[in-house]
């Protein structure tokens, strides 16, 4: 079956623009989470949505959003792009049932976005 | 405040040797542990995960061992072979929620 896919998969930006990323999940998949990955910083987390609500949000300010449309389908956007913004923005998804484990997170191969 | 820390940014092993992994956490509130491997320009990829109520988890050539009282975390790679290179995430899942936290990263190199 097909991955999370991630659109695009890079993009150069300046500062000031803003950005839309799309993430497709894994069919059957209803939770969706994002991460920023920037040298030496690990994976950052942004927020998780299932079935299009707002589950968990981590410590980013408010220029970043997201949604989560009814096919599970997730956008992350940032807005007013600062040079710091520059990363790899990954997309994850998991099956999410109670009780199954640790609900592994599927990710995608991941957004490049340079800011200059 | 970092919550799951790798130390060691990098590890260079000989082929066929064991390569241990190690992470420390600070939260008591953890259910789930996973290790995720990554390779250049591809998305991290599950590796093995063990539940806060075991202290050893094996698959293959993978073994997780959880120190709960130690707060301490390992993978172990046995035996390591060259196409284990790669950058090796441990992250931490709070209880009930679907989120991962991850440390920075340790990058492994397996000389043939």
């Known amino acids: 079956k097909a991955g999370v896919t991630q659109t695009p998969r890079y993009l150069i930006k300046t500062r000031g623009q803003q950005v839309t990323l799309s993430c497709s999940p894994i069919s059957g998949h209803r939770s969706v989470s994002w991460y920023q990955q920037t040298p030496g910083q690990g994976l950052q987390f942004l927020f998780e949505y299932f079935s299009e609500t707002q589950r968990n949000k981590g410590n980013f300010p408010g220029r970043f959003s997201g949604r989560q449309f009814s096919n599970s389908r997730s956008e992350m956007n940032v807005s007013t792009l600062e040079l710091g913004d520059s990363a790899l923005y990954l997309c994850a998804s998991s099956l999410e049932i109670l009780g199954a484990g640790a609900n592994v997170l599927t990710f995608g191969a991941g957004s490049r976005l340079t800011v200059l | ?112």
Not at chain 2, 51 to 62: A, L
């Open chain 2, 1 to 112: 405040d970092q919550q799951v820390k790798q130390n060691s940014p990098s590890l260079s092993v000989q082929e066929g040797r064991i390569s241990i992994l190690n992470c420390d956490y600070t939260n008591s509130m953890f259910d789930y542990f996973l290790w995720y491997k990554k390779y250049p320009a591809e998305g991290p990829t599950f590796l093995i995960s063990i539940s806060s109520i075991k202290d050893k988890n094996e698959d293959g050539r993978f073994t997780v061992f959880l120190n709960k009282s130690a707060k301490h975390l390992s993978l172990h790679i046995v035996p390591s072979q060259p196409g284990d290179s790669a950058v090796y995430f441990c992250a931490a899942r709070p209880s009930n929620t679907g989120k991962l936290i991850f440390g920075q990263g340790t990058t492994l190199q397996v000389k043939p």
